[in-house]
Nanobody, 124 residues
Framework: QVQLVESGGGSVQAGESLRLSCATSGHTYRNYCMAWFRQAPGKEREGVAAINNKYDRRYADSVKGRFTISKDNAKNPLYLQMNGLRPEDTDMYYC??????????????????WGQGTLVTVSS
């Protein structure tokens, strides 16, 4: 079993920054992909950024150049540094953990474990 706990969400003005964290515990995959997704009520879950244990990263076009995903090693938390936030970034953000892939997917079906989410609200 794997437990994921997100933190760092909040309410900010457009243009400001937030850093989300995801603490991981339990029997994680030794070789893994981890990702951040976001979802608004009534909408599909959208992949934002992903990283594997070889530090290959992948980003959705909507966040390239503004968001950075990082994870120093297997024991450290997963982070999402979000700069230049926009009102359209307002969503519940979830971290996810799954088996390794050379190019981690930004679709939810690759991931087996999910956190409860942290809310990000960006006002104009």
């Amino acid at each position: 079993q794997v437990q994921l706990v997100e933190s760092g969400g909040g309410s900010v003005q457009a243009g400001e920054s937030l850093r989300l964290s995801c603490a991981t515990s339990g029997h994680t995959y030794r070789n893994y992909c981890m990702a951040w997704f976001r979802q608004a009520p009534g909408k599909e879950r959208e992949g934002v950024a992903a990283i594997n244990n070889k530090y290959d990263r992948r980003y959705a076009d909507s966040v390239k150049g503004r968001f950075t995903i990082s994870k120093d090693n297997a024991k450290n938390p997963l982070y999402l540094q979000m700069n230049g936030l926009r009102p359209e970034d307002t969503d519940m953000y979830y971290c996810a953990h799954g088996p390794y892939d050379r190019t981690c997917s930004l679709t939810s079906n690759q991931y087996n474990y999910w956190g409860q989410g942290t809310l990000v609200t960006v006002s104009s």
